[in-house]
Antibody, heavy 123, light 109 residues
Framework: QVQLQQSGPGLVKPSQTLSLTCAIS??????????WHWIRQSPSRGLEWLGR?????????EYAESVKSRIIINPDTSKNRFSLQLNFVTPEDTAVYYC?????????????WGQGTLVTVSS | EIVLTQSPATLSLSPGERATLSCRAS??????LAWYQQKPGQGPRLLIY???KRATGIPARFSGSGSGTDFTLTISSLEPEDFAVYYC???????????FGPGTKVDIK
């Protein structure tokens, strides 16, 4: 059974960096068939995909155009987890953030999700 | 960018009734459409993928149909635990983007 456990602060100041981590159990971040994603949810923007990291002989990262200039998703193979870094946050980045998995190359649906982390951007 | 729209926004029904939810894509997604259920304080739960295939552990009262641009999620007889928000989702390749519909809330009449 795959489990994704999120951690990170719930309050970030404007212009600073949002950092979250997603610890994986029951699967491997280095899997050559899975991909690991960050998604956020807010009343104004709904569910919004932010980006993914995955390993296919080497590491790949892909990001949504809406956040591409501000986002980094990194795998951590030593701890079997991956992280989200979103720079220069504004109040519009206030949302519940989820990590999630897609299993299988070429698949498009998320079969496991983290518990969600409410991140508020406020001074 | 492919846009997903869902209707109705809210569906008020009683336990035991049939629920029919619609998802429409702005251009064809073939059968590459998934449905999720979300309850308050929880992350989305995968119900249906490839338009009509039930995910592991999903009861048979949930069914999906459709292809191209028009899709339907049907709950044949609502159980108390089915009152929730339902989202459809697809992937576009150029540029890569996973998008969700705005959701349909199924609430108790």
């Amino acid at each position: 059974q795959v489990q994704l456990q999120q951690s990170g602060p719930g309050l970030v100041k404007p212009s600073q960096t949002l950092s979250l981590t997603c610890a994986i159990s029951g699967a491997s971040v280095s899997s050559n068939s899975d991909s690991w994603h960050w998604i956020r949810q807010s009343p104004s923007r709904g569910l919004e995909w932010l980006g993914r990291t995955y390993h296919r002989s080497k590491w790949y990262n892909e990001y949504a155009e809406s956040v591409k200039s501000r986002i980094i998703i990194n795998p951590d193979t030593s701890k079997n987890r991956f992280s989200l870094q979103l720079n220069f946050v504004t109040p519009e980045d206030t949302a519940v953030y989820y990590c999630a998995r897609i299993s299988g190359s070429g698949k498009y649906y998320f079969d496991y999700w983290g518990q969600g982390t409410l991140v508020t951007v406020s001074s | 960018e492919i846009v997903l729209t869902q209707s109705p926004a809210t569906l008020s029904l009683s336990p035991g009734e049939r629920a029919t939810l619609s998802c429409r894509a702005s251009q064809s997604v073939s059968s590459n459409l998934a449905w999720y259920q979300q309850k308050p304080g929880q992350g989305p739960r995968l119900l249906i993928y490839d338009a009509s295939k039930r995910a592991t552990g999903i009861p048979a009262r949930f069914s999906g149909s459709g292809s191209g641009t028009d899709f339907t999620l049907t709950i044949s007889s609502l159980e108390p635990e089915d009152f929730a928000v339902y989202y459809c989702q697809q992937r576009s390749n150029w540029p890569l983007l996973f998008t969700f519909g705005p959701g349909t809330k199924v609430d108790i009449k």
